[in-house]
């Protein structure tokens, strides 16, 4: 029972590289999201979406595309990186559509840093 | 604006003391959530609670929805409790985008 994969676990890239973070779930859950972790603050969403095909903005979105051509797969493209993207990003999925109403599933999270 | 701010930030003790962890929000809400995070490593949700209290194993989960306030208490904590807790609540309208206003989080260690 894999639950979700996140991968590369650490990855450096310089200013200007793009690359896409892979996230993969085998729970069939509807609702995926991907997070970025900063040092003394929250948790802060990026985008996320309630199912194939549908995807949606969150709290941070610029510089960063989603899709989510099936139920499993959710990847995370930095389109063109700048230090500001060095994080710890997180790929969540939950069981509802209703977003907030089931308990979070996170990957390992991955390291990025951006030079 | 929600808030939802953890108490206290930094928490340090001994193995076998008792540990309460704070959070409290300001809007009404349909779910909170508890989730912990080990050093160098992923999330697991711990808790999602609407009402009363919650128990798994020596991890206890209250909340007050009048008072706008939930508590995870440790009992007998050990070194492999050490990580950081994170309180995020699901408010009935404003809050994130996915439904959820995260806390900072509360770091602790357990010393042996």
């Known amino acids: 029972n894999a639950g979700v994969t996140q991968t590369p676990k650490f990855q450096v890239l310089k200013t200007g590289q793009s690359m896409t973070l892979q996230c993969a779930q085998d729970m069939n859950h509807e609702y995926m999201s991907w997070y970025r972790q900063d040092p003394g603050m929250g948790l802060r969403l990026i985008h996320y979406s309630v199912g194939a095909g549908i995807t949606d903005q969150g709290e941070v979105p610029n510089g960063y595309n989603v899709s989510r051509s099936t139920t499993e797969d959710f990847p995370l493209r930095l389109l063109s990186a700048a230090p500001s993207q060095t994080s710890v990003y997180f790929c969540?999925?939950?069981?509802?559509?209703?977003?907030?109403?089931?308990?979070?599933?996170f990957g390992n999270g991955t390291r990025l840093t951006v030079t | 604006k929600n808030e939802v701010e953890q108490s206290p930030q930094n928490l340090t003790a001994q193995e076998g003391e008792f540990i309460t962890i704070n959070c409290s929000y300001s809007?009404?809400?349909?779910?909170l959530h508890w989730l912990q995070q080990h050093p160098g490593g992923g999330i697991v949700s711990l808790f999602m609670l609407s009402s009363g209290k919650k128990k798994h194993g020596r991890l206890i989960a209250t909340i007050n929805i009048q008072e706008k306030h939930s508590s995870l208490h440790i009992t007998a904590s050990h070194p492999r409790d050490s990580a950081v807790y994170i309180c995020?609540?699901?408010?009935?309208?404003?809050?994130?985008?996915?439904?959820?206003?995260f806390g900072k989080g509360t770091h602790l260690i357990i010393q042996p």
């Open positions: 809007v009404g809400i349909s779910a």
């Open positions: 995020a609540v699901r408010p009935y309208s404003g809050g994130g985008a996915d439904g959820l206003t």
């Open positions: 969540a999925s939950s069981y509802s559509r209703d977003r907030g109403a089931s308990p979070l599933h």
